[in-house]
Structures are given as structure tokens and as C-alpha cells.
């Protein structure tokens, strides 16, 4: 997953994108932030992919639910629990040695 983030705190705009998701195809995810505190964002998710299963409102590949961001001195990990489904993905993102 590739997370874009602009802005900031409360409102910020994220983004995750993946060049590769259900049946190989790419796939995007749209966070909202519901709370900021120091070192640790959380709130909700929308995440679209080509998957025909239908969703949390009735429509294929569109499935809903909440993340939290723990943000340390190497990078972050991203908690995502899917309400539609009930999975839940863990991600650990490093930091680029060269970014401010």
C-alpha cells in the first residue's frame, strides 16, 4: 500500500493506494480522521476494489471500516479493522531515510 497524506492534523486528507488487490487489479482506500493525538491518529475507512462481493451498502467491492495510525521514530503501523467482513490487516511502514 502506498499512503498518501497532505495537510494537517484534523484536516489532513489520506489516501491508500495498491497497484495490486482483489483479482490482481488496483484498489484505493479513502480514510477519515476522527481523533489526533501526539503520536497517534485513528478513524474511519471506505476501500474500493473490483471485488463482486457486495459491500456494507449493497454495492460489489465496497466495504467499510475503522484505523488507527501509531505513529514512532522508524515510521508508523496501521491498524485497519473491516466492519463489512471483520478481517483486520496490520502494516508496519518505515521511514524513508531521506524525508524530513
Known amino acids: 500500500m502506498a499512503l498518501t497524506i497532505t495537510g494537517h492534523g484534523q ?12 483479482a490482481n487489479q488496483p484498489a484505493r482506500e479513502e ?3 476522527r481523533d489526533v493525538q501526539a503520536g497517534q491518529a485513528s478513524g474511519d ?15 460489489p467491492g465496497v466495504w467499510k471500516g475503522e484505523w488507527v495510525l501509531t505513529f514512532n521514530d522508524q515510521g508508523f503501523h496501521l ?3 473491516d466492519h463489512t467482513s471483520g478481517w483486520r490487516g496490520e502494516y508496519e511502514c518505515s521511514r524513508n531515510a531521506g524525508a524530513l
Open 11 to 22: 484536516s489532513s486528507s489520506l489516501r491508500g493506494d495498491y497497484a495490486k488487490a482483489w
Open 31 to 33: 480514510y477519515t480522521i
Open 45 to 59: 475507512y471506505l476501500y474500493f476494489d473490483a471485488n463482486p462481493t457486495v459491500g456494507y451498502d449493497g454495492r
Open 79 to 81: 491498524v485497519r479493522l
